[in-house]
């Protein structure tokens, strides 16, 4: 979903092909989505949900005791539950925002949003049993999100039963999350600061920022082992603190296959993604910023994102940077300049050595301040595309030569539904338009 995201959007060309690449990229790169359907993508998803379904049915209906699986038990209840439906809303949103419209473009619709799953699919004796199924509304969908986020952070402890499994602070920040893609300030307000706390500036709870030394001036190399941080953790150990939930990768299962092969550039590697010059031109980075120092690569005239340029790595799903800009952005709009100006002053401090954290940025340059932050820190982790969308603004063409600017409500940006499902529906699942 990530890498798909990037395809979309203007941050990043393509840099090298496969004859047998096992995904679409060149066709989404290119934006023929026809051409782009991808059957993984969808079922991954889906298998997610039914497993999730899965689970809450077989508690809802007493068939998951202790006797069967020492982990359950009344106490371990809830957060079994938690999980499932943190997965399952999880799962539902990401589809919806490729396979629907942007949420507030005709979401009430009929066949607008993708088929909402709530339920396992079992007991299926024929074809007849798969018959009937339809998409549902955009609306529908984040309603059903919301509801289980809610649920998830109700249910789900602060301190996690392991790595790489969710607590309530995960689904806060998804929460967020779904609600800023949704333009609901208040409400994303509400979960950002459940989960990094209230005061501008600061984060008031374990997810800080890394930052070494924690106070006075930092040099170069601070800086970038400071940025570089999020993305060099790796298996079960100690996470980095900005990390709120990422994917844990074992040497038995490396999830960061599919990112490290996309972006992972070495003298023997050729990636499939460079950067695009027009973000090297929007980012404006300045030259001691550690995000343009430890996070890029140039080479051979093209450059390079190092995000992901570790053999064995943990991905960064949502971090609390990210809940840092959306709250700038909030309070941008509702014309707070100096509080909005404290969070951006946050994120830099860590990143740009002799930053002054009491640096005044001006009511009339503070929207757009935020938004360029946003472009440096969050680049390459699925965000542009979902961002420009969320802001009904033009996707440009990036470095795509002769091409025009794509409508953040255009049917070029939606991905088709599989063949599949549209036939095992008896056709009763409608197609996305060209």
Known sequence: WRAFADLLADQVVINAMEPSAADPYIQLYERRMAAAIYEDNYAQAYIAIQNANAVLYAVDKGLITQEKDAEFNDLTKARVMGEAYFIRAVAHFELVRLYGHQYGFASSAANSGIVLRTQPTIHVKGKADLQGVKRATVEEV???????????????????????????????????RVYFQMNDYANALTEINKVIGSTPGVIETEFKLIRSPVTGAINASQANANVAAAFKTSGTGVKSTENIF???????????????????????????????????????FANNDGRKAALIAAANGMSFSKKYDQSLMNIPVI???????????????????EAATKDINLVRDRAIPAYNINTVIAADKILEEVRRERIRELAFEGDRLHDLRRRQADIGPGDRVSVAPVAWNSNALLFRIPAAEVVASGGSVVQNPD
């Open 142 to 176: 984040y309603q059903q999100v919301i509801s289980d986020l809610k649920n998830a952070e109700e249910m789900m402890p602060t301190v996690p039963l392991r790595r790489g499994r969710a607590t309530r602070y995960a689904a806060a920040a998804y929460l967020a």
């Open 246 to 284: 990422d994917l844990v990768s074992l040497a038995t299962f490396s999830v960061n296959n599919v990112m490290s092969r996309k972006y992972y550039r070495t003298t023997a590697i050729n990636p499939h993604l460079a950067i695009s010059k027009v973000y090297i031109t929007e980012a404006a």
């Open 319 to 337: 971090r609390s940077a990210e809940l840092l800009l959306d709250r700038a952005e909030i309070n941008a709009l509702a014309g707070n300049t």
